[in-house]
Nanobody, 122 residues
Framework: QVQLVESGGGLVQAGGSLRLSCAASGRTFSNAVMAWFRQAPGKERDIVAGIRRSGANTYYADSVKGRFTISRDYAKNTVYLQMNSLKPEDTAVYYC???????????????WGQGTQVTVSS
């Protein structure tokens, strides 16, 4: 059974920072592309960032480039999303996902975490 467990969400003021974590089952993590998506109320689930198996290649949505950083720790089977200079429009539920390949479309991902709420106040 594949399991992804997110943590680290919360309430922060605009301009602040948060770091999200996603702990993955070992068999999944080493062989998977890991990605973060987010979904605001009434909107679709959008890609935020992705990182390949090797960790050498990362991908970011234009809206978060230069502010967010995705990374992975193989020893801890964990992927992180460091979010700096947060804006109110970053408010959403953030989800961790795993797939054998990188996709920007959420429908291509089979494995998901439960989500963690990020709220940025103005």
């Amino acid at each position: 059974q594949v399991q992804l467990v997110e943590s680290g969400g919360g309430l922060v003021q605009a301009g602040g920072s948060l770091r999200l974590s996603c702990a993955a089952s070992g068999r999944t993590f080493s062989n998977a592309v890991m990605a973060w998506f987010r979904q605001a109320p009434g909107k679709e689930r959008d890609i935020v960032a992705g990182i390949r198996r090797s960790g050498a290649n990362t991908y970011y949505a234009d809206s978060v480039k230069g502010r967010f950083t995705i990374s992975r720790d193989y020893a801890k089977n964990t992927v992180y999303l460091q979010m700096n200079s947060l804006k109110p429009e970053d408010t959403a539920v953030y989800y961790c996902a795993a797939s054998p390949h990188y996709y920007s479309d959420f429908t291509e991902y089979e494995h998901w975490g439960q989500g963690t709420q990020v709220t940025v106040s103005s």
